[in-house]
């Protein structure tokens, strides 16, 4: 098969186009596994759908336009699911049972334990006059008393048909409201779970899976005081947080270290993009900046990102109100949902690889990339929100051909602007591609490995000729031989091994 660095006809469309030129070089360090993307089980009034479960049918599944597969909803303060209408255990269950039936996963969050528990006596956080500015805090002889209570929420779910996958701890247990809610210290949640984390009935409700308290702003003094104790960090699967002033490159990125350090994943658990807008839909600038969001939460080492609601005029369903708009249909797809489905479709089960970026000619802060192995594909995203084309010069992990493509590219809010497809021009298996990128667009492009062609490379030759080098079966060099792999000697003898 021949072999080309890059195709001709790209090097000619290179030339051609008179823009700045922006390389990202694809590298075969592997970083974090994508879990995968979802959405809490409300809408604009913070209530479950209850029966409606039309946001859930167009949002979840392969089959979806949007392919999301998580799901979030609250553990309200009450036991058996009764009283409270639809805010309740019950009102967020036949969502529940979709999301499972089409394969996703769901998790539970406390905005608060039951009243009983706490120290003003109420599930409401205590932060008003009415509530007489009373701190609302799990009380320290309730702490036993806490995951048994998780158990009955677990065991109303799957009396209902809902494996439930992982619960939390608490929603924001730094941010005092007068809502549901209820406040711990880091230290007051390292108590808890230390002293009584064993009584989640791990073995009864089989692969359920804890998740840290999610603060306000992803303040890693929670997860890191969790993780830093060896009792703990035992206990915990699951670091989790929000980014409400903090962005996904600061706080974040400062607790998946330690996160990644010890094997947890980190989720993203709630946020939302130009939330404030009082009487439109987001414009396509604000659509960029939630595409820049995920990208940056991907870069900072994020394995599942939850977005707020589901269902309202600035997420992803229509909420039927016309004075946001005459495309805000009820439960209808607005165009935050197809900017999410280039990660969701795509970016889920994938695994995240470095990457290095450097612009030729000139600056530009607005253009972000990230890149991702899954399976024969390497997938590369790119968002430009500057007011100029740019081209993407893409080139492919040391080793690796790609012999096919697909480009996905999002414009506008319009419709014929939200879902362009085309195939990219590669006529040759080669190592690198240029394509261009118009002004304040969102692109994904997905690479076919050549598995024939990609083979190893200037193959490492030691000093010593009794010594062996390692390589994997895509040609990338071991530190220590794992699994089938190739052994080189330096004498030129080469064989597949297999290592337990």
């Known amino acids: 098969m021949k072999r080309f660095t890059v195709s001709i006809m790209t090097l000619m469309a290179a030339i051609a186009i008179n823009a700045t030129t922006h390389i990202v070089m694809v590298r075969n360090t592997r970083y974090q596994t994508i879990t995968g993307f979802g959405a809490a089980c409300c809408d604009g009034a913070m209530k479950p759908f209850g029966s409606d479960t039309q946001p859930?049918?167009?949002?979840?599944?392969?089959?979806?336009k949007v392919g999301l597969n998580i799901m979030r909803m609250?553990?309200?303060p009450s036991f058996q699911g009764e009283g409270w209408g639809d805010y309740n255990w019950h009102g967020s269950l036949p969502s529940a049972q979709l999301v499972k039936q089409r394969g996703g996963i769901v998790f539970g969050t406390p905005w608060s334990p039951p009243g009983e528990y706490k120290t003003n006596g109420t599930a409401q956080g205590g932060?008003?006059?009415?509530?007489g500015k009373k701190r609302g805090e799990l009380r320290e002889d309730c702490y036993a008393k806490f995951?048994?209570?998780?158990?009955?929420?677990?065991?109303?779910?799957?009396?209902?048909?809902?494996?439930?996958d992982a619960v939390s701890?608490?929603?924001e247990p730094d941010w005092w409201v007068d809502y549901s809610g209820c406040l711990y210290t880091p230290e007051q949640q390292v108590k808890l779970v230390k002293e009584h984390a064993d009584k989640l009935d791990r073995k009864t409700y089989k692969g359920v899976r804890l998740i840290s308290a999610e603060p306000l702003g992803?303040?890693?003094?929670?997860?890191?005081?969790?993780?830093?104790?060896p009792v703990t960090r035992e206990h915990i699967d699951i670091i989790a947080g929000h980014l409400y002033g903090h962005p996904p490159l600061g706080n974040m990125k400062s607790a998946a270290v330690l996160a990644a350090k010890y094997g947890k994943e980190v989720w993203m658990t709630e946020h939302s993009v130009s939330d404030g807008l009082k009487d439109r839909l987001p414009n396509w600038s604000e659509q960029l900046e939630f595409a820049r969001e995920l990208n940056e939460c991907m870069l900072a080492g994020c394995t599942g990102y939850i977005y707020w609601y589901m269902r309202a005029h600035w997420?992803?369903?229509?909420?039927?109100?016309?004075?946001?708009?005459?495309?805000n249909k009820k439960n209808q797809l607005l165009p935050r949902a197809y900017v999410y489905s280039h990660f969701a479709k795509h970016v889920t089960g994938s695994t995240r690889?470095?990457?290095?970026?450097?612009?030729?000619?000139?600056?530009?802060?607005?253009?972000?990339?990230s890149a991702f192995i899954k399976g024969d594909s390497i997938i590369i995203m790119a968002i430009n929100s500057g007011k100029s084309d740019h081209e993407l010069r893409m080139r492919m992990p040391s080793g690796t051909y790609v012999k096919s493509g697909t480009h996905l590219i999002s414009t506008g809010n319009e419709t014929d602007k939200l879902c362009q497809t085309k195939d990219l021009d590669i006529t040759e298996s080669v190592t690198e591609y240029t394509a261009s990128m118009p002004a304040n667009s969102l692109n994904t492009y997905i690479f076919m490995i050549d598995q024939e062609a990609t083979a190893i490379k200037d193959l490492h030759k030691p000093a010593n000729p009794l010594a062996k080098t390692y390589y994997d079966l895509q040609g990338r060099l071991l530190k220590n031989p794992k699994g089938l792999c190739i052994e080189q000697r330096a004498d030129g003898f080469t064989r597949k091994v297999y290592i337990e």
């Open 147 to 164: 995951f048994p209570w998780l158990n009955t929420f677990l065991k109303y779910m799957k009396m209902n048909g809902v494996k439930v």
């Open 127 to 131: 932060n008003s006059d009415s509530q």
């Open 353 to 369: 690889l470095d990457t290095k970026s450097t612009i030729i000619t000139s600056t530009n802060s607005e253009l972000e990339t």
């Open 169 to 171: 701890i608490q929603n």
């Open 74 to 76: 609250e553990i309200s």
């Open 315 to 327: 997420a992803f369903v229509g909420t039927g109100e016309t004075k946001y708009g005459s495309t």
């Open 218 to 229: 992803f303040d890693p003094k929670y997860s890191n005081a969790l993780l830093n104790n």
């Open 56 to 64: 859930v049918r167009l949002l979840y599944g392969s089959t979806s």
